[in-house]
């Protein structure tokens, strides 16, 4: 993943409605995530706590959602829907052909885990 561009300004939000950014892992949600901060200027978070992404820029990947800071919070499981089922849902759709694909190519080089 490219470094992230600093030529917009982020900010946390203030009692943001939580709505679930979700997706089956590598169909673009990262990608999402980064379309999503530079149109709004709003941060996003996740649910997975990920150092590498922090590292990278995002920085509301570790904020806990109580906070309400975020935008979109990442997911890959159905099982935060189910404990928060009141917050909206972004669905991310992949073709699962080129899923396959994508998971045969970075299974076979070093690619790291968003």
């Not at 996003?44 to 509301?60: C, D, F």
């Not at 990947?61 to 829907?81: F, G």
């Amino acid at each position: 993943m490219p470094e992230r561009s600093y030529s917009y300004k982020l900010w946390f939000g203030l009692r943001v409605p939580s709505t679930w950014l979700l997706s089956f892992p590598r169909s673009g949600n990262t990608w999402t995530r980064y379309l999503l901060e530079a149109a709004t200027g709003v941060v996003t978070g996740s649910v997975y706590h990920s150092k590498y992404l922090k590292g990278l820029g995002y920085m509301g990947e570790d904020d806990p959602l109580w906070w309400r800071t975020s935008l979109v919070i990442k997911t890959h499981s159905l099982l935060p829907l189910r404990i928060h089922p009141d917050y909206p849902v972004i669905a991310i759709i992949r073709n699962p052909a080129r899923y396959l694909y994508q998971e045969g190519y970075t299974s076979s080089v070093d690619s790291p885990s968003y």
